[in-house]
C-alpha cells in the first residue's frame, strides 16, 4: 500500500459532538472483492475518484485490514457483521452462527427492529439479519432487503430488468432459494412509501443491481430513517466471469454510489451530522502473481492479497485526513460498532479499533 | 481407506493408460498422506488425455517418490500429513473420484481454517519438487504474440501499462497485413521445429486461416459445444438438489459425446477444449475470458515453444447465462480491448512461468492499429520508440 500518512493532512478534527443516543451508522461493503491495486494503490486510484479525492480527505483510513476467515462473500459479510469468522455454507441460506451486530445493537440499547435494516445484494444474504443463537436468533435482528428480489417479483419474469436481476456472479447459474422472513412486495408501498409502479418505472432507468441498491437505501433513509444501516455493494464481482473491464467497471460504479449514499447523509436531516460511514471491501481477490489463481478473476488462494483490504471511515466522531497502516482484523468491526454506539457485543472475535473509538 | 491400503486392483476402472502408471506406482502412492493423495490422482486418472509434457511432469514426480527414502519422504510431506480430514472425506471413493475429493477438501480446509497451512506445506512440496526435478527447457526460446481489441476504434487509457516497464513500446508500426505477418512468423516456427502441440493458435472469434502445423483452437468453432453446455446447465439448475457443486459436479463428468464433438477428433484436444468449458469461469460467456483461459491452460499444460492467441469483441452483456436465444448479442468492442490488453499481461506472466523465461520473447499488438510492445532478451526494458516498422521486423527483433 503506497498510501502513507504524508499523502493526507492530519488533522485533530471531529470528535463525536452528538449523543450516542442519537448517533447513526451506515456500514458499505465494496464488494465484493476488490483488489488494492484496482482501488487505492496509486495505479488503481484512477477507478475511485470519488473515495480518493472526496471522501478519503474527510476519513480515517486503515490500509490493512485483514481478513482471516473462508474468503467466500456471503460466509465474510457474515464475519464482518458478527465479528467473528463464520464458517457457515457460503452458497446456503443459512443464518450466522453468532449474533450479528444488528442482534446486539437492538437488545442492547432496546431498538425496535425499524431500527436496524440491511440492504443485500442475492438471495444468499437474505439470512443475514439474524443469527441463530438462543439468546438472540429469530425476530431480534435486522431486516433484510433484497432489492433485485423485489424487481423480480414486481417485474413478473418481464425481461426489461434481466441487467438487473443476475442473481450472483460466482454461480451465475444457480440462485439459492429464499428462506426466512422475506421484505415482501406489498411492503414497498406500506413502509417505503413506494409503488410498485414507481419502483419498476425507476428501475428501467438503472444500469446494475447496485444501483438498485442505493436507490432503496435512500428510500429507506428517507421513510425510516434506521439507524443501523448496511449495504452489501456486489457489482465488483463481476470480476468472476474473467472481463478485467467489467470489473473495473464495476469498482468505478460502486465509487460513484459511495459517494451518492454519503451525499445522501449530508442531505437527510435524520442523518445529516449524526452519522458515521465505514467503507470497506469484505476482501480482496486473488493476486496476479500467483500461480495456483487467475488473478483479479476469483478469490480462491488465500494469499495476502486476497486476505488484505482497506477501510475508510468518516463522518460524526471520526478524525478527518488520517492513515492508519498497522494491521486490523475484519472482525474488529463489530466490536467498534458497539464501542461507538455504546452497546455490547460479547461474543464477538475482535477488539474496537482504538483509533475510532 | 487409507493410502496405505491402495492396491494395484483399485485402479482398474481407471482409463488404460492412466492405469498403467498408477499399479506401477502403486507402491509410491501409498506412502503419501490422504490430503495430498487424491490431488496426484486427479492427474494420474487423465494421464491418456494429457499432453506430452504434463505426462513428462507426472512421470517424473512419481518416479521421484520410488527415489526419496522412507525419512525423505515423510520430510516431504510432513505439512500436509498435519492436515487433518474429516471421517466425511475419508469415507469418499477418492481413488476413483478424486477431482470431487479435491473440490470437497477445499471446502473442508476453508471452513476448518486449515487452508493456509495447507497452502504453506502445498508449496513446500512444490520447491522441493521443482528442486528435484528441475523442468525441461523448450528446445527453441518460447515466443508469446497477443493480438487485442479488434474492431476497437480507441482507448481511453494506456494500452500495455503493465507490460511497458518490461519491454519496448512501438507507436509507429504499420498495421497493413499484420495479423498475417504473424500467422506466418508462428507456421515458419512450427514447420522448422515440428513439436507436438508445441505451436498454438487461439482465437476469440472465427479463426484466420492458419497452417494445418498449428494447433488451433477457437471460440467460434466450439459455439455449438458451448450452447450444450448452457442449455444442459438451465435444464439442470432448477432439479431438486441442485447447487452450485453438484451442478459443477456434473459438468466435470460431461463428456465429449454429450456435447455433440464431432468424430475422429484427437482426444487430448477435445479434453482440453472440454475442459475450458466445462472447468473455466465465464469462459461460456465472453470470448476474452475464453481467449485468456485458453491461453493459461494451453501454457501451463501444453507448454507451447509457440503461442499466438486473438482476442476477438466480446458479448456486452452477461444474459446469454439464463436466456436461451443470444444469436444476437450486442458487442463491445471497447470493452473487449481493455480486456485484451489485461489478459496480454497474464498471458506473459503465465508463460514467464515456464522454464526458459529469461530467453522467451513476447509482443501484444493492438490490430489494425500503430501500437505494440515487445519484450525480449534483446529488447531494452521501459523504452519507447518512435520508428516506424512493420510486426515482421519488431518480431525478428525479439525473436
Known sequence: ?????????????????????????????????????????????????????????QSTFFTQVVNRGILGHY???????????????????????????????????RRPPSDAWVVAPSNGFNRIGESNNRSYGPGAGARVILPKHLLAAASRGRSDYEHLLRD???????????????????????????????????????????EL????????????????????????????????SLYIDGIQRTDRLCADVWGAIQKEPEYAGKTTLFILPDFGRDSDQDAGGNGFQHHRTGDALSRTTWMLALGEGVREGVVYDRPIDSTDLVPTLGSMLD??????????????? | MEPRDLKPEHFKAYPPEARKLAIHYVFAMQRLPLSFLPSLLREVIDYDYKFPAERKSLEKELANWSLLSEEQGREWVSGLAQISLS???????????????????????????????????????????????????PPISRLGIAVIGRDAAGHDRPLFRKLRPHGAYFNRVKPENGLRQLLDAVAERAKLHPIPYGHWYIDGGEPEGHDPALTSVSYQAL???????????????????????ALRTLLAQMGPQELGFAKGLDPVMERF??????????????????????????????????????????????????????????????????DGDFGAYYNWLNQQRLPGADKSAFLVWFEDHNEALAIGPGMPRGTASTSEANLKEVLSWIT
Open chain 2, 87 to 137: 471421517s466425511q472425506l475419508r469415507q469418499l471413493d477418492w481413488v476413483n473420484q478424486p477431482a470431487q475429493f479435491v473440490e470437497q477438501l477445499s471446502a473442508h480446509l476453508w471452513t476448518t481454517h486449515q487452508m493456509d497451512s495447507f497452502r504453506e506445506a502445498a508449496l513446500d512440496y512444490g520447491d522441493r519438487l521443482h528442486a528435484a526435478v528441475p523442468a525441461e527447457t
Open chain 1, 75 to 109: 460466509v465474510a459479510t457474515a464475519s464482518l457483521a458478527t465479528g467473528v469468522y463464520e464458517t457457515i455454507n457460503n452458497f446456503a441460506s443459512l443464518p450466522p452462527e453468532h449474533p450479528t451486530v444488528f442482534e446486539y445493537f437492538r437488545k442492547d440499547l
Open chain 1, 213 to 244: 441498491s442505493v436507490y432503496i437505501v435512500r428510500q429507506l433513509m428517507r421513510q425510516v430513517a434506521p439507524s443501523l444501516l448496511w449495504i452489501t455493494m456486489h457489482d465488483i464481482d463481476i470480476a468472476h466471469a474473467g472481463a478485467y
Open chain 1, 1 to 57: 500500500m503506497a498510501l502513507g500518512t504524508a499523502l493526507l493532512p492530519s488533522s485533530a478534527l471531529a470528535r463525536s459532538g452528538s449523543p450516542r443516543a442519537k448517533r447513526k451508522v451506515v456500514v458499505i461493503t465494496f464488494g465484493g472483492g476488490a483488489r488494492d491495486q484496482e482501488t487505492f494503490a496509486p495505479e488503481g486510484q484512477e477507478n475511485i475518484p470519488h473515495l480518493m479525492w472526496e471522501l478519503l480527505p
Open chain 1, 168 to 210: 450472483n456472479y460466482e454461480t451465475p447459474f444457480y440462485a439459492p432459494a429464499l428462506q426466512g422472513g422475506e421484505f415482501e412486495l406489498r411492503q414497498l408501498e406500506d413502509i417505503l412509501k413506494l409503488s410498485v409502479d414507481d419502483f419498476k418505472a425507476h428501475a428501467r432507468a438503472l444500469s446494475s443491481p447496485d
Open chain 2, 273 to 338: 477444449q472440454l475442459k475450458l468449458f466445462t472447468e473455466g469461469s465465464g469462459t461460456q460467456v465472453f470470448s476474452t475470458t475464453f481467449v485468456q483461459w485458453a491461453a493459461r491452460e494451453a501454457l501451463r499444460r501444453a507448454q507451447p515453444c509457440t503461442l499466438l492467441v486473438r482476442f476477438a469483441p466480446r458479448a456486452k452483456p452477461m444474459n446469454d447465462l439464463l436466456s436461451p436465444s443470444q444469436d444476437q448479442a450486442e458487442m463491445d468492442p471497447a470493452g473487449a480491448l481493455v
Open chain 2, 223 to 245: 459455439q455449438p459445444t458451448r450452447s450444450a453446455i448452457l442449455c444442459k446447465v438451465r435444464t439442470e439448475k432448477d432439479k431438486p438438489g441442485m447447487g452450485p457443486e
Open chain 1, 343 to 357: 452497546f455490547s457485543t460479547s461474543l464477538a472475535q475482535g477488539k474496537p479499533i482504538q483509533e475510532l473509538v
